[in-house]
């Protein structure tokens, strides 16, 4: 890990505006809490919260948060200032992959427990549980994220529409996409955590544990490939 | 040696008349040069024009979005049945992710390379104010979506006739449908086109107009459903104004009676929904040209 | 010193071919890379810099590939013609970041020693999204010396510089070149490389066409006529007399006086001249090359 380099993402990621919409995703989530544990005596609307954050707020604070470490100084070109060094390019991608990593924990995962917690403050275990289970999830997104962001210019859509078309649609259309599916995985964890929110069409603890630190060591090593054949091109 | 003064005689020089001329018929005016920029416009946001690679993303979108409509109208037709498994205005709304997909990643090719390339200037260098590009753009982006959510209208109006179902029901039930479906294009179009010019920078636009859209859409469909759930169907209602996606589905459901939490129950909550449907797109409209009209003056 | 090689390198994309069979050489001093928009210049400059895998051949520093070898960077500084992107950094910052990610003992330090070599302390605090394209490129430029580094190369250094930095930066240029250290740049502006560089490397189409001094390149191109003016005592006498040698190709009296001379092949010409002049008691006062500048080695390059 590079510490110039983690300084300079965070910054990147930080930046105004991204950070500002960055900002209020985790806000937007924990809002939706308040105004249901007002509106409800707090079950009713946990599926739907809990839902709302996993499936849609915390895939979205990834998308964010990996596509600023890399995207825009890839699709400009300027990620060259960083790569003319003797610093390996592995070690670029997992420092950048650290900064995407920790700005997903802290604004999409967290939140999820403090959502949670909102709800209900007396089941702290299905807090954890939920927190636990972004983790897991959002560990993995921010990784697929960054190598998408290194592989197309596109990222972004792309990594949308796995979320919201291929994790969202199809996966409530058809059983087996959870198998290929990071929310999955994350829904699976946070049900051994907790039985509150056990469900019977679970990947289950030790694959989707599994799947999902392949998933990320995968995809941020491929990344590294990537950046390694970085080629500089003259305007297009 | 010769003289140069004989060589070279009092007026010899001379320019040359080779024909330039500056034109001097008629100029096509602001009217012209907008529906032009519109054209354009509607055609680059489906890559039409761009690089091969730029059509790609476009039209993988609108062939997932027609799927489900040509493979509905396969089974009509095979199968024959009597009635449209899924209704026009319904489509839009299950297909609402692609929608905003599509809507969020075209909108940063008619309104943010321009400005960040800095290429807005020739075009204001044109006598073509800064309102009118504003406005031309975001009729294109307008046209692109409504291409994108009336196509597989049709489709299904196609499949429906050709299985022959009741025409003045059917043509009524599209008429409906394209009504919905303008409301909705009109404020797609407004917030995707207003982020895209706030954020030069392309993939975070994209995300951003998601955000928006789609948490606001879970948002309000949460506490829509937890208000149904506890018999509290006002706040339901008032809460689908927060949301395009939830003024579309309110509208639909209760203009075709399809099913959804707490639709509008009350005329006045009808025409609630569709003043906050235009009433968005006129803001983001405005909010457009206010911020073309800085950057023409900064 | 350092030296970087390519041998027999190609590159192509697809059906272009960018960089056809170029071997070249590039050591202490400064080489000026030379030819027109689209001759692959910025091509040569990726694949010298490890930012582009030859797709023949070897491109070495020191003997060491450098694609995929991010050890090369340490001697190495390269300034890209692609804009800074980093606009929300003030300057310092950002010079401070590339010191810091080559892993300098003091990075303050070499941060004011750059941006002080590029005239650039004073407005080092401001936002690089404020700077004008001047600022931006001595930036870019301070970036890359921070390291001090054996070999600098430059992708069109001049372009939408003011005449007075580009002044500035040709001077800093030709002090590197002098302390030994090998500097490259390419431009497709003949002026510029001529006032810095004595040694080019003409890049047409992609392919190698010319490489050395430019004088002597000049002189090599004997099958291309080569025009003089010359100013003797008797024009028309000399003129009379050099149409007869077979190395002249046209010879034309000056309505200002002088002859303007055609010559195809200048050896034979420098030996004739002063032979004929001196057999025929004419007095040469001028001999002056009218085109012995870079725009006609590059425009005969160019337009052969």
Excluded at chain 3, 44 to 49: E, G, Q, T, Y
Aim: proline share 4%; net charge positive; glycine share 10%.
């Amino acid at each position: 890990m590079n510490r110039t380099i983690i300084r300079l993402s965070a910054q990147a990621v930080l930046g105004r505006r991204r950070g500002i919409v960055l900002v209020l995703v985790p806000v937007a989530l924990l809002l939706l809490a308040v105004v249901v544990r007002l509106l409800t005596d707090g079950d009713v609307g946990f599926q739907a919260t809990a839902g709302l954050g996993l499936t849609l707020a915390l895939p979205l604070v990834a998308l964010l948060a990996s596509s600023a470490v890399l995207g825009p100084e890839v699709d400009d070109g300027s990620i060259v200032y960083l790569l003319a060094k003797p610093v390996s390019r592995h070690v670029v991608v997992v420092s950048k992959y650290a900064t995407a990593w920790a700005t997903t924990m802290v604004l999409g995962a967290l939140p999820l427990a403090l959502a949670a917690l909102v709800l209900d403050p007396s089941l702290g275990r299905r807090a954890l549980a939920l927190g636990l289970g972004g983790a897991v999830a959002g560990t993995a997104y921010s990784a697929l994220f960054l190598a998408l962001a290194a592989l197309t210019r596109h990222a972004v859509v792309v990594g949308l529409l796995y979320t919201l078309f291929w994790e969202g649609v199809l996966g409530s259309l058809l059983a087996g996409v959870r198998w290929l599916s990071v929310g999955a995985w994350g829904r699976a964890v946070a049900g051994e955590v907790s039985p509150l929110l056990a469900d019977e069409a679970s990947t289950g603890l030790v694959y989707s544990l599994v799947a999902a630190a392949l998933v990320t060591l995968v995809t941020v090593w491929f990344a590294g490939d990537r950046l390694r054949s970085f080629t500089l091109r003259g305007d297009e | 040696m010769t003289d140069p003064s004989a060589a070279t005689p009092e007026g010899r020089s001379v320019i040359h008349d080779l024909g330039y001329r500056p034109y001097t018929g008629p100029r096509l005016g602001q009217g012209a040069i907008a529906r032009s920029l519109v054209g354009t416009g509607l055609r680059n946001a489906f890559g039409l024009g761009r690089s091969g690679r730029s059509k790609v993303l476009p039209f993988a979108l609108l062939a997932l979005n027609l799927l489900p409509a040509v493979i509905v109208a396969g089974v009509m037709v095979l199968v024959g049945l009597d009635s449209l498994p899924i209704g026009y205005a319904e489509y839009a709304s299950t297909t609402q992710v692609l929608v905003g997909v599509f809507v969020a990643a075209q909108a940063p090719v008619l309104f943010s390379r321009d400005l960040r390339h800095g290429t807005i200037a020739l075009y204001l260098a044109r006598p073509l104010g800064s309102g009118t590009y504003a406005l031309a753009r975001w009729v294109s982006l307008l046209g692109a979506t409504l291409v994108f959510l009336v196509l597989p209208v049709l489709v299904l109006y196609g499949a429906a006739l050709l299985s022959e179902l009741d025409v003045a029901e059917q043509t009524r039930d599209v008429a409906v449908a394209l009504g919905l479906v303008v409301l909705l294009a009109l404020s797609l179009a407004g917030v995707a086109g207003l982020v895209a010019s706030w954020s030069t920078r392309r993939g975070f636009a994209v995300v951003a107009t998601i955000a928006l859209l789609l948490i606001a859409n879970g948002i309000v469909t949460a506490v829509q459903g937890i208000a149904g759930a506890e018999g509290r169907p006002r706040i339901g209602e008032v809460t689908g104004l927060f949301s395009p996606y939830s003024l579309y589905r309110g509208l639909m459901s209760a203009w075709t009676g399809v099913e959804a939490p707490t639709p509008p129950a009350s005329t006045g909550m009808e025409l609630a929904y569709v003043a906050v449907l235009v009433g968005l797109s006129a803001a983001c409209l405005g909010a457009l040209v206010l911020r073309y009209r800085r950057v023409a003056t900064s | 010193m350092s030296v970087l090689r390519l041998e027999q390198t190609s590159r192509w994309f697809g059906n272009v071919v960018a960089v056809n069979g170029i071997t070249m050489s590039v050591g202490p001093g400064i080489t000026g890379l030379l030819g027109p928009n689209g001759a692959g210049k910025t091509t040569l400059i990726a694949l010298m810099s490890g930012f582009l895998a030859p797709s023949a051949g070897a491109v070495t520093l020191d003997g060491e590939p450098v694609w995929r070898n991010t050890g090369a960077y340490r001697t190495l500084g390269l300034v890209p013609e692609r804009e800074v992107s980093f606009g929300y950094l003030t300057g310092r910052q950002f010079v401070l970041a590339n010191a810091e990610l080559h892993g300098l003992r003091d990075p303050g330090a070499a941060t004011r020693r750059a941006l002080e070599v590029v005239d650039l302390l004073e407005p080092a605090g401001r936002r690089i999204g404020t700077y004008s394209k001047g600022m931006r490129q001595r930036v870019k430029l301070a970036s890359a010396l921070v390291h001090d580094p054996a070999v600098l190369l430059l992708d069109e250094p001049f372009n939408g510089v003011d005449p007075r930095q580009r002044l500035h930066l040709m001077a800093l240029l030709r002090r590197m070149g002098a302390e030994g250290r090998t500097v490259l740049f390419s431009s497709h502006i003949l002026e510029e490389v001529e006032q810095v560089a004595r040694q080019i490397e003409v890049v047409v189409s992609g392919r190698h066409a010319a490489s050395g001094e430019f004088g002597e390149i000049r002189r090599l191109m004997t099958d291309r006529p080569v025009q003089y003016v010359i100013v003797a005592d008797d024009d028309r006498g000399l003129a009379s007399r050099l149409i007869a040698e077979p190395s002249v190709l046209a010879v034309a009296l000056r309505t200002d006086g002088g002859v303007d001379v055609s010559v195809s092949d200048f050896g034979a010409f420098a030996l004739r001249l002063p032979r004929v002049a001196r057999e025929h008691g004419t007095r040469i006062l001028e001999v002056r090359p009218t085109d012995d500048s870079l725009e006609s080695v590059f425009s005969y390059l160019v337009g052969g």
